[in-house]
């Protein structure tokens, strides 16, 4: 039987440049900074994609692959619990679209193939707002939100 699927759409609009919104998205040393986590990979289509978190423990918390590439235009990867690495059902797809928007960027971040009523699911619903609150914060002002659980 298969499961439910659903998606999740974010689009915020941030005073930068394309290339910077895509290296802060895709660099590990800018994602810590407003993540707290680092998105480790060659980015090449078909590589790995993990996202270590940026503390002592270097903990993997999320796992992937990368689906499609376009710099500084567009990232497809996909995305599932490093605990459920092994369950292909598990795993969901993010899409990063960055538009030129007047002297801004419009970052359109699409999460879907998302099962329906998932702790992913509602992890993500909370997650993604703040976590793309902090790339427009870093980005415009040099420091990102303080959205990372402290131990």
């Known amino acids: 039987m298969s499961r439910e699927k659903t998606s999740f759409v974010y ?18 040393d ?5 993540w707290g986590h680092e998105n480790v990979s060659d980015w090449q ?18 796992v992937g692959k990368v689906v499609e590439i376009a710099p500084p235009d567009r990232l ?13 059902e598990a795993y969901s797809r993010v899409t990063f679209l960055l538009e030129d928007y007047r002297d801004m960027v419009r ?4 999460h879907d193939e998302l099962e ?4 992913m699911e509602k992890g993500i619903t909370r997650g993604w707002p703040a ?7 870093f ?8 959205i990372v659980p402290k131990p």
Do not use: C, M
């Open 11 to 28: 689009v915020s609009y941030i005073r930068s440049t394309r290339d910077k919104v895509f290296e802060a998205i895709t660099r590990p």
């Open 30 to 34: 800018l994602a810590r900074r407003y």
């Open 45 to 62: 289509p078909g590589s790995d994609w993990q996202h270590v978190r940026a503390d002592a423990a270097r903990t993997l918390d999320l």
């Open 76 to 88: 497809v990867i996909t995305w599932a619990n490093a605990s459920q690495a092994d369950d292909a």
């Open 107 to 110: 970052l359109t971040v699409s």
């Open 116 to 119: 329906a009523g998932s702790g």
């Open 131 to 137: 976590v793309l609150s902090s790339l427009k914060s």
């Open 139 to 146: 980005l415009e002002t040099g420091a990102g939100l303080d």
